[in-house]
């Protein structure tokens, strides 16, 4: 499973606390539980998935890595080398960074909404490999 695992696959379904950002007052409006909506200081910091680049390679290209026999062909070497299945990075939108947030209170109830979809998610894993 290592299409999944990758940190770009990942990127993509990564759920999104901060539901609006002012740059200006760099505050942050979260929303927790869905409902619970907070108003928070924020910084930002370089991208992790794109490491500041604000492009990635498609991983549906390379996740499963590349093999020896793809890079012989002259044509895909040349446009994987060049960057023709790179696309805009799905963490940062192609802004090179993201915000963090600051607040200690915000960040452990989002790591407490983490941990409880997680659980959820490992559920319905489990459910869809049971067969009767």
Same mark, same amino acid.
């Given at each position: 499973?290592?299409?999944?695992?990758?940190? @770009?696959?990942? *990127?993509?379904?990564? =759920?999104?606390?901060?539901?609006?950002?002012?740059?200006?007052?760099?505050?942050? $409006?979260? $929303? !927790?539980?869905?409902?619970?909506?907070?108003?928070?200081?924020?910084?930002?910091?370089?991208?992790? $998935?794109?490491?500041?680049?604000?492009?990635? !390679?498609? =991983? #549906?290209?390379?996740?499963?890595? !590349? #093999?020896?026999?793809?890079?012989?062909?002259?044509?895909?070497?040349?446009?994987?080398? /060049?960057?023709?299945?790179?696309?805009?990075?799905?963490?940062?939108?192609? @802004?090179? !960074?993201?915000?963090?947030?600051?607040?200690?209170?915000?960040?452990? *109830?989002?790591?407490?909404?983490? /941990?409880?979809? *997680? *659980?959820?998610?490992?559920?319905?894993?489990?459910?869809?490999?049971?067969? =009767?």
């Amino acid at each position: 499973m290592p299409f999944l695992s990758n940190r @770009r696959v990942r *990127a993509v379904k990564r =759920p999104r606390f901060i539901t609006a950002l002012n740059e200006h007052t760099m505050t942050a $409006t979260v $929303t !927790v539980g869905g409902f619970n909506h907070y108003e928070v200081p924020i910084r930002f910091e370089v991208c992790p $998935t794109c490491n500041g680049r604000g492009r990635l !390679v498609n =991983p #549906s290209i390379d996740a499963g890595g !590349v #093999s020896p026999e793809e890079l012989d062909d002259p044509d895909f070497r040349e446009d994987y080398l /060049a960057g023709m299945y790179d696309m805009t990075c799905p963490e940062c939108g192609g @802004r090179r !960074v993201v915000a963090k947030i600051t607040n200690e209170k915000i960040i452990a *109830a989002i790591a407490t909404e983490k /941990a409880e979809e *997680a *659980a959820f998610q490992r559920m319905c894993d489990m459910e869809r490999c049971f067969v =009767p």
